[in-house]
């Protein structure tokens, strides 16, 4: 699922500034499961919003929906009368904001949302990364647990020399990427495969402006 | 209850319109005869809210004091507290209702807006019930009595020491103040022509009861010295210096014998026994009886039948038993059988029947009203009427002898039957849905149930209660009563989705305390309401806002704190404390300036409440939240105060600051609230108003 | 004789190192350098060491072969993808860069650009076989050189790591990767390193042991609490603890000394840091009897 954090009032606020009608649409599938842009923080952001106007002396009117995916025109459909607002903050995933912008080409568009990884729930309220989507997943070679996203050098081939009781160097709450693919392997009885040198990633997968085409 | 809803025009349609909305119901309702909303008068009560908690009663228990005195209360043997350490005491939350607003005003009169006249024959529970609905439902009703005053059995027949007087002519005047008519020691046959009533008004209540002692035609049975209950019972209760032998025993193993016992006692009798067929475990009164008579001495002998009593000087000076070595057959039927050898004989001055009552028909005899070959009212039980097309018949007269909330119950539909009849013109089958119950806790939730001891109502000492009629069971205080109603867990009445909204982002399962959310095979989440505790902790988190929390709604919430656009708004848990009781309006209030918002628990408290009290302009909000070892509600997260600094967070982004809003614990006594809430106001002077406000005003 | 022959001779080699300062002001890292003229047999020059940004590192090897001392180039992958790596390899070949020590490189984090973008499109057992391959005459994507280098490719070890299983591992990969000598993070614990020894004498790959000088009781805990696959025994910090300032510089050169009296028998060589003291390498090696 993708993870997005919410951004500040403050920097939602200096982007909306010069406008006094705006549209907060959310979206109701991965960040309303990881609680930053569904209806609820809809309508948080959108009091926030407007009592901080208010205290500017401005008033601001807020118009606040909610849409099941703004990755999908279909479901963006749903958002109503959003000709009567200058502005739309959505608070979707990055590529949501997207969809919404190119639905309405002639509306300016702002993030409310900082869109950050693609993660696993491990308890309410609480996200970890797991995937980088690097285009080529070596998951089999690993133990299951992925060197790219929770590596923070994305090593290939084993710890680095400041991995330090089971934690990685930057930083005692994080855990080494590869002590725990060489812990499960160990589990696994695959340490074996630990010994083969893993070739450089193609990085060519992971950039670029990727597209993916099932039509044929 | 519904009938607060405007399409609902009578008593019985609220009453169903109640259980169709939400046919689940906790088992207490569904054990209550009446079916009365225990969970909202019990909750009323931990709210503070005394005067609309007896109100709430009232809708179901029409006569509150009273039956908060005597009622069996099959309601708290079901309460799912029994489950963790006891039942939830409602008999006694129900009569410190009362108590408290004792000197209440009565009501206003309902406007007699049906046009149609309704007689009452019989001032008793039923007859009084049925006059309440009707009352209610508009109706010009008129009760004829007998007696002096109304009221029935649990008038001449409880005695005061159970129930005082003055509190069943509370209840009575309670039900007079609705408008209806009241003829005291007006007696049907005797004063009026039951012919002329059933001429004279649109329809008729028969609801006379049993108000004649039965004997049983023994040799001896018709000496000095033996007496009938109901008699003895109304001496007792009417006359100051009643008297009675030293020795007496009492015939019957029912609640009326036990009644004649303990009276005895208390009129002086020195030795008291009390001779039943039943053995020990089948005597048919409460087993709280049996305690409370030993405790006073009475001697309980089971498994006797009368043979003979003793006459000397045409006087009682003894009686005999036979073994009675059962009572039913194996059909279950009444039929005794008895072991002749052994006898029993007890001395005695008085020997007391008390095997039960009859129905007194003179008033109805060689009228056009139909009995039967023993003299009992033809009576349909579906439609509650007579051969008389507009005579009704309930309470015990039809029903035979039970429980004053049983003749209630019947009452109700009686008054149903009633309003049917004069609104249509037929009448018809009075079919009343029946509550579904909730299911017990499960195991998982009642582990994670924070214990709670029951409090039990004070009772005079024994050797002390015996020396009087004076009442012998104590009621809660203000506190007692609070804590007490604050034990319901609100069953059935908690989270519930709004299946559109759900992302089955499983917020809920990982936060609710009691296991009570899951996903369903339809992949959006369910609650499972044998496990809800209403606490509301979900909905405050659902991302989504999908959940609705029937005891503590958003619309009910967010009216509570639009109540206040300046000073401060507090929220706290119901059973938090910056309130002091006011005598006058029978409720708690806050002082001046403060407006509590009381939720289930702080916990139900939303980040968007605050920011609500925030924009109608107050000045500050306070949060109190127990401590995690004071709250009903076990969690691991303290959420109230969780929210709170949120809030405080997004506060001082918006530029109100994030001080406007302060995080208290909870406070042993409402002085103590009451000093935090005044440090809080000294703050917020410093700070100057809201500045939503200074905006307003510019 | 070069590091390299030195080595595969058999002689006990010493190595030291300089770290690059931040700005143009070379002189007092010059004055260090001529220092250790003919008392070491090489000399590593850190690259951006612990992410700091410094001069770079072609220049200072530069520096020293001047002065004429053999530098050892560490390259680490934090700061340039395939191309810049390669590229600057080949740079340091026409240089007369003859020794590279393959290393990862700290995070940048840890660093005084802490929001820099992290490289590593490779990591050191990677750049080893690039390395090799650089040696073999052709580039990464496999493309042939015009004139191909001859590096000597050596990488780290960190013996007291925790856990310890990994980081074997990677070390037997870096060997298998081409590694020809290592140099090993500071090690205390002598028997604990011996340990490691015996296990590493089946890889028979050159090793030189890391001495980190101790400066004072309060260093020694500071790299136990912040140095990852450092731990310093309690016996040393209680040797350091009653002395200060001078005295207790010389007991850690005393103690440095000892270490690599034990150690001669056992390594190919010592691989000498001296942060901030790098003028007193010398009474270390005199300490060992060097
Ligand atoms: C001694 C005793 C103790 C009891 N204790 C309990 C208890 O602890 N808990 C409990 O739940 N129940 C108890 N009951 C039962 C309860 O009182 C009855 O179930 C209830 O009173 C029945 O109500 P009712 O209206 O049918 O009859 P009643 O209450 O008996 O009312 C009938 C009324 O009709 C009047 N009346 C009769 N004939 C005429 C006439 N011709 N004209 C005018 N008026 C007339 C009578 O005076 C009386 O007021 C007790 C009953 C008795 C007798
Ligand atoms: S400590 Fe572990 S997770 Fe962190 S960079 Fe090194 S190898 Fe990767
Ligand atoms: S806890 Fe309350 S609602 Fe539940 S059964 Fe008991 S009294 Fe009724
Ligand atoms: S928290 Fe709300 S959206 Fe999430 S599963 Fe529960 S009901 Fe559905
Ligand atoms: S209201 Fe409370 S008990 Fe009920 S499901 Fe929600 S969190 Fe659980």
Same mark, same amino acid.
């Given at each position: 699922?993708?993870?997005?954090?919410?951004?500040?009032?403050?920097?939602?606020?200096?982007?909306?500034?010069?406008?006094?009608?705006?549209?907060?649409?959310?979206?109701?599938?991965?960040?309303?499961?990881?609680?930053?842009?569904?209806?609820?923080?809809?309508?948080?952001?959108?009091?926030?919003?407007?009592?901080?106007?208010?205290?500017?002396?401005?008033?601001?009117?807020?118009?606040?929906?909610?849409?099941?995916?703004?990755?999908?025109?279909?479901?963006?459909?749903?958002?109503?009368?959003?000709?009567?607002?200058?502005?739309?903050?959505?608070?979707?995933?990055?590529?949501?904001?997207?969809?919404?912008?190119?639905?309405?080409?002639?509306?300016?568009?702002?993030?409310?949302?900082?869109?950050?990884?693609?993660?696993?729930?491990?308890?309410?309220?609480?996200?970890?990364?797991?995937?980088?989507?690097?285009?080529?997943?070596?998951?089999?070679?690993?133990?299951?647990?992925?060197?790219?996203?929770?590596?923070?050098?994305?090593?290939?081939?084993?710890?680095?020399?400041?991995?330090?009781?089971?934690?990685?160097?930057?930083?005692?709450?994080?855990?080494?990427?590869?002590?725990?693919?060489?812990?499960?392997?160990?589990?696994?009885?695959?340490?074996?495969?630990?010994?083969?040198?893993?070739?450089?990633?193609?990085?060519?997968?992971?950039?670029?402006?990727?597209?993916?085409?099932?039509?044929? | 209850?519904?009938?607060?809803?405007?399409?609902?025009?009578?008593?019985?349609?609220?009453?169903?319109?109640?259980?169709?909305?939400?046919?689940?119901?906790?088992?207490?309702?569904?054990?209550?005869?009446?079916?009365?909303?225990?969970?909202?008068?019990?909750?009323?009560?931990?709210?503070?809210?005394?005067?609309?908690?007896?109100?709430?009663?009232?809708?179901?228990?029409?006569?509150?004091?009273?039956?908060?005195?005597?009622?069996?209360?099959?309601?708290?043997?079901?309460?799912?507290?029994?489950?963790?350490?006891?039942?939830?005491?409602?008999?006694?939350?129900?009569?410190?209702?009362?108590?408290?607003?004792?000197?209440?005003?009565?009501?206003?009169?309902?406007?007699?807006?049906? @046009? /149609?006249? %309704?007689?009452? =024959? $019989? *001032? #008793?529970?039923?007859?009084?019930?049925? &006059?309440?609905?009707?009352?209610?439902? !508009?109706?010009?009703?008129?009760?004829?009595?007998?007696?002096?005053?109304?009221?029935?059995?649990?008038?001449?027949?409880?005695?005061?020491?159970?129930?005082?007087?003055?509190?069943?002519?509370?209840?009575?005047?309670?039900?007079?103040?609705?408008?209806?008519?009241?003829?005291?020691?007006?007696?049907?046959?005797?004063?009026?022509?039951?012919?002329?009533?059933?001429?004279?008004?649109?329809?008729?209540?028969?609801?006379?009861?049993?108000?004649?002692?039965?004997?049983?035609?023994?040799?001896?049975?018709?000496?000095?010295?033996?007496?009938?209950?109901?008699?003895?019972?109304?001496?007792?209760?009417?006359?100051?210096?009643?008297?009675? @032998? /030293?020795? %007496?025993?009492? =015939? $019957? *193993? #029912?609640?009326?014998?036990?009644?004649? &016992?303990?009276?005895?006692?208390?009129? !002086?009798?020195?030795?008291?026994?009390?001779?039943?067929?039943?053995?020990?475990?089948?005597?048919?009164?409460?087993?709280?009886?049996?305690?409370?008579?030993?405790?006073?001495?009475?001697?309980?002998?089971?498994?006797?039948?009368?043979?003979?009593?003793?006459?000397?000087?045409?006087?009682?000076?003894?009686?005999?038993?036979?073994?009675?070595?059962?009572?039913?057959?194996?059909?279950?039927?009444?039929?005794?059988?008895?072991?002749?050898?052994?006898?029993?004989?007890?001395?005695?001055?008085?020997?007391?029947?008390?095997?039960?009552?009859?129905?007194?028909?003179?008033?109805?005899?060689?009228?056009?009203?139909?009995?039967?070959?023993? @003299?009992?009212?033809?009576?349909?039980?579906?439609?509650?009427?007579?051969?008389?097309?507009?005579?009704?018949?309930?309470?015990?007269?039809?029903?035979?002898?039970?429980?004053?909330?049983?003749?209630?119950?019947?009452?109700?539909?009686?008054?149903?039957?009633?309003?049917?009849?004069?609104?249509?013109?037929?009448?018809?089958?009075?079919?009343?849905?029946?509550?579904?119950?909730?299911?017990?806790?499960?195991?998982?939730?009642?582990?994670?149930?924070?214990?709670?001891?029951?409090?039990?109502?004070?009772?005079?000492?024994?050797?002390?209660?015996?020396?009087?009629?004076?009442?012998?069971?104590?009621?809660?205080?203000?506190?007692?009563?609070?804590?007490?109603?604050?034990?319901?867990?609100?069953?059935?009445?908690?989270?519930?989705?709004?299946?559109?909204?759900?992302?089955?982002?499983?917020?809920?399962?990982?936060?609710?305390?009691?296991?009570?959310?899951?996903?369903?095979?339809?992949?959006?989440?369910?609650?499972?309401?044998?496990?809800?505790?209403?606490?509301?902790?979900?909905?405050?988190?659902?991302?989504?806002?999908?959940?609705?929390?029937?005891?503590?709604?958003?619309?009910?919430?967010?009216?509570?704190?639009?109540?206040?656009?300046?000073?401060?708004?507090?929220?706290?848990?119901?059973?938090?404390?910056?309130?002091?009781?006011?005598?006058?309006?029978?409720?708690?209030?806050?002082?001046?300036?403060?407006?509590?918002?009381?939720?289930?628990?702080?916990?139900?408290?939303?980040?968007?409440?605050?920011?609500?009290?925030?924009?109608?302009?107050?000045?500050?909000?306070?949060?109190?939240?127990?401590?995690?070892?004071?709250?009903?509600?076990?969690?691991?997260?303290?959420?109230?105060?969780?929210?709170?600094?949120?809030?405080?967070?997004?506060?001082?982004?918006?530029?109100?600051?994030?001080?406007?809003?302060?995080?208290?614990?909870?406070?042993?006594?409402?002085?103590?609230?009451?000093?935090?809430?005044?440090?809080?106001?000294?703050?917020?002077?410093?700070?100057?108003?809201?500045?939503?406000?200074?905006?307003?005003?510019? | 004789?070069?590091?390299?022959?030195?080595?595969?001779?058999?002689?006990?080699?010493?190595?030291?190192?300089?770290?690059?300062?931040?700005?143009?002001?070379?002189?007092?890292?010059?004055?260090?350098?001529?220092?250790?003229?003919?008392?070491?047999?090489?000399?590593?020059?850190?690259?951006?060491?612990?992410?700091?940004?410094?001069?770079?590192?072609?220049?200072?090897?530069?520096?020293?072969?001047?002065?004429?001392?053999?530098?050892?180039?560490?390259?680490?992958?934090?700061?340039?993808?395939?191309?810049?790596?390669?590229?600057?390899?080949?740079?340091?070949?026409?240089?007369?860069?003859?020794?590279?020590?393959?290393?990862?490189?700290?995070?940048?984090?840890?660093?005084?650009?802490?929001?820099?973008?992290?490289?590593?499109?490779?990591?050191?057992?990677?750049?080893?076989?690039?390395?090799?391959?650089?040696?073999?005459?052709?580039?990464?994507?496999?493309?042939?050189?015009?004139?191909?280098?001859?590096?000597?490719?050596?990488?780290?070890?960190?013996?007291?790591?925790?856990?310890?299983?990994?980081?074997?591992?990677?070390?037997?990969?870096?060997?298998?990767?081409?590694?020809?000598?290592?140099?090993?993070?500071?090690?205390?614990?002598?028997?604990?390193?011996?340990?490691?020894?015996?296990?590493?004498?089946?890889?028979?790959?050159?090793?030189?042991?890391?001495?980190?000088?101790?400066?004072?009781?309060?260093?020694?805990?500071?790299?136990?609490?912040?140095?990852?696959?450092?731990?310093?025994?309690?016996?040393?910090?209680?040797?350091?603890?009653?002395?200060?300032?001078?005295?207790?510089?010389?007991?850690?050169?005393?103690?440095?000394?000892?270490?690599?009296?034990?150690?001669?028998?056992?390594?190919?060589?010592?691989?000498?840091?001296?942060?901030?003291?790098?003028?007193?390498?010398?009474?270390?090696?005199?300490?060992?009897?060097?």
């Amino acid at each position: 699922m993708i993870v997005a954090e919410p951004k500040s009032l403050d920097e939602i606020k200096a982007m909306v500034d010069g406008y006094d009608r705006v549209l907060m649409v959310g979206c109701g599938t991965c960040v309303e499961v990881c609680l930053t842009g569904g209806e609820r923080s809809v309508n948080l952001t959108a009091t926030a919003l407007r009592l901080a106007r208010k205290v500017d002396g401005r008033d601001i009117e807020v118009g606040e929906q909610t849409v099941i995916r703004q990755c999908d025109f279909e479901y963006l459909d749903e958002v109503k009368d959003a000709d009567k607002y200058e502005a739309i903050v959505s608070l979707a995933c990055g590529v949501g904001i997207q969809g919404i912008a190119r639905k309405f080409p002639n509306t300016p568009i702002f993030p409310g949302v900082n869109t950050t990884f693609m993660g696993f729930n491990e308890e309410y309220g609480y996200y970890t990364e797991m995937c980088k989507g690097c285009g080529e997943c070596i998951l089999h070679l690993t133990g299951g647990v992925c060197p790219v996203a929770r590596c923070a050098k994305s090593l290939l081939n084993g710890p680095c020399g400041g991995t330090n009781n089971g934690k990685c160097e930057i930083g005692s709450d994080k855990d080494c990427g590869w002590v725990l693919i060489y812990n499960k392997m160990e589990q696994l009885g695959t340490l074996d495969k630990f010994k083969e040198i893993n070739a450089p990633k193609n990085y060519g997968k992971a950039g670029n402006i990727r597209s993916m085409d099932l039509r044929k | 209850m519904a009938s607060e809803a405007t399409n609902v025009n009578s008593q019985s349609e609220a009453f169903e319109t109640w259980i169709k909305d939400q046919p689940l119901k906790p088992p207490c309702a569904g054990a209550c005869p009446v079916n009365a909303d225990i969970q909202s008068f019990v909750s009323l009560v931990a709210q503070g809210r005394f005067k609309e908690s007896l109100e709430a009663v009232r809708e179901r228990c029409t006569l509150p004091g009273s039956l908060g005195r005597i009622c069996h209360h099959p309601c708290e043997g079901e309460c799912r507290r029994n489950d963790v350490e006891g039942a939830v005491n409602i008999r006694a939350i129900k009569r410190f209702a009362s108590d408290v607003c004792a000197d209440e005003p009565v009501s206003d009169a309902v406007p007699k807006t049906r @046009g /149609k006249k %309704v007689a009452i =024959i $019989g *001032g #008793g529970v039923a007859g009084l019930t049925a &006059a309440y609905d009707l009352a209610k439902d !508009g109706f010009d009703v008129t009760i004829y009595e007998q007696n002096d005053a109304c009221g029935g059995a649990i008038y001449t027949g409880v005695p005061k020491y159970r129930l005082p007087k003055d509190v069943v002519a509370q209840d009575v005047a309670a039900i007079e103040s609705l408008g209806v008519t009241i003829k005291t020691n007006t007696a049907i046959g005797r004063d009026v022509a039951f012919d002329d009533l059933a001429k004279d008004y649109d329809a008729v209540l028969i609801a006379i009861g049993l108000t004649v002692s039965r004997g049983i035609p023994i040799p001896g049975h018709d000496a000095d010295g033996v007496l009938l209950a109901l008699p003895v019972l109304k001496e007792a209760n009417f006359n100051d210096n009643a008297a009675i @032998g /030293k020795r %007496v025993v009492v =015939i $019957g *193993g #029912g609640n009326v014998a036990f009644d004649v &016992a303990r009276s005895a006692k208390r009129m !002086g009798a020195e030795e008291v026994s009390l001779c039943c067929l039943e053995c020990e475990d089948e005597i048919p009164a409460f087993s709280w009886e049996l305690v409370e008579a030993r405790e006073e001495g009475i001697i309980i002998n089971p498994s006797w039948g009368p043979r003979e009593i003793r006459v000397e000087d045409g006087k009682v000076s003894a009686i005999s038993f036979k073994r009675c070595s059962r009572v039913f057959d194996e059909k279950g039927m009444f039929n005794p059988a008895y072991d002749e050898n052994e006898i029993l004989g007890i001395e005695a001055d008085n020997v007391v029947f008390a095997i039960g009552q009859g129905a007194d028909m003179n008033g109805f005899t060689g009228t056009s009203l139909e009995v039967d070959e023993r @003299g009992r009212i033809k009576w349909d039980a579906l439609t509650l009427k007579t051969n008389l097309p507009n005579v009704f018949a309930s309470g015990e007269v039809v029903t035979g002898p039970g429980s004053a909330v049983a003749a209630m119950r019947n009452a109700h539909h009686a008054a149903t039957a009633i309003e049917r009849f004069l609104t249509t013109g037929t009448a018809g089958a009075v079919v009343v849905p029946e509550p579904l119950a909730i299911g017990r806790l499960p195991r998982h939730t009642i582990d994670a149930i924070v214990r709670k001891e029951k409090n039990h109502v004070p009772m005079v000492d024994p050797a002390e209660r015996v020396k009087s009629f004076m009442e012998a069971e104590g009621g809660f205080d203000i506190d007692m009563a609070i804590y007490e109603a604050g034990r319901c867990m609100n069953c059935g009445r908690g989270a519930e989705i709004i299946a559109e909204k759900c992302a089955a982002c499983l917020t809920c399962v990982r936060v609710c305390p009691f296991g009570a959310p899951y996903i369903s095979e339809s992949r959006v989440a369910d609650f499972n309401w044998d496990s809800c505790q209403s606490c509301g902790i979900c909905a405050a988190e659902c991302p989504g806002m999908a959940i609705h929390v029937g005891f503590n709604d958003d619309t009910l919430i967010n009216e509570r704190i639009d109540a206040a656009t300046s000073g401060i708004t507090a929220f706290g848990c119901q059973l938090g404390k910056p309130e002091i009781y006011n005598p006058l309006s029978k409720a708690t209030s806050t002082p001046p300036g403060l407006n509590f918002v009381k939720l289930m628990c702080a916990s139900r408290l939303d980040m968007r409440h605050i920011l609500r009290a925030i924009e109608n302009g107050v000045d500050g909000v306070a949060v109190m939240a127990c401590p995690d070892d004071k709250c009903r509600y076990r969690k691991d997260v303290n959420w109230a105060e969780v929210r709170a600094n949120r809030v405080k967070r997004l506060l001082d982004e918006i530029g109100i600051g994030g001080e406007r809003v302060e995080f208290m614990g909870s406070f042993a006594t409402p002085e103590e609230a009451q000093q935090a809430i005044g440090a809080f106001k000294a703050k917020l002077a410093e700070l100057g108003p809201n500045p939503l406000n200074k905006v307003m005003v510019k | 004789m070069g590091f390299k022959e030195e080595i595969q001779s058999g002689n006990f080699v010493v190595t030291a190192e300089v770290g690059p300062p931040k700005g143009t002001d070379i002189s007092e890292m010059k004055h260090h350098i001529k220092g250790l003229k003919g008392k070491v047999t090489a000399l590593n020059v850190t690259d951006n060491q612990s992410a700091v940004m410094r001069i770079c590192t072609l220049a200072v090897a530069k520096e020293i072969m001047d002065i004429g001392i053999e530098p050892i180039y560490q390259m680490t992958c934090r700061d340039r993808n395939r191309l810049g790596l390669q590229s600057d390899l080949l740079g340091a070949a026409i240089m007369g860069i003859k020794n590279v020590l393959a290393l990862t490189g700290d995070h940048p984090v840890l660093g005084d650009h802490k929001d820099a973008k992290p490289v590593f499109d490779i990591e050191s057992v990677q750049l080893l076989e690039v390395i090799n391959g650089l040696n073999e005459g052709h580039d990464m994507a496999g493309l042939e050189l015009q004139g191909a280098t001859d590096f000597f490719a050596g990488a780290i070890v960190t013996p007291e790591s925790i856990p310890f299983e990994p980081q074997f591992a990677k070390f037997k990969k870096k060997v298998n990767a081409g590694a020809k000598f290592f140099q090993t993070q500071a090690i205390y614990d002598m028997p604990k390193f011996m340990t490691f020894m015996e296990r590493a004498k089946e890889l028979n790959v050159p090793i030189l042991a890391g001495i980190l000088l101790l400066k004072s009781a309060g260093m020694a805990k500071y790299l136990n609490k912040f140095v990852a696959g450092v731990s310093v025994p309690q016996e040393l910090i209680d040797e350091l603890a009653p002395f200060k300032g001078e005295d207790a510089l010389k007991k850690g050169i005393e103690i440095a000394g000892n270490q690599i009296a034990q150690l001669k028998e056992v390594c190919a060589g010592v691989h000498v840091m001296a942060i901030g003291a790098e003028d007193r390498v010398p009474d270390i090696l005199a300490a060992a009897g060097l």
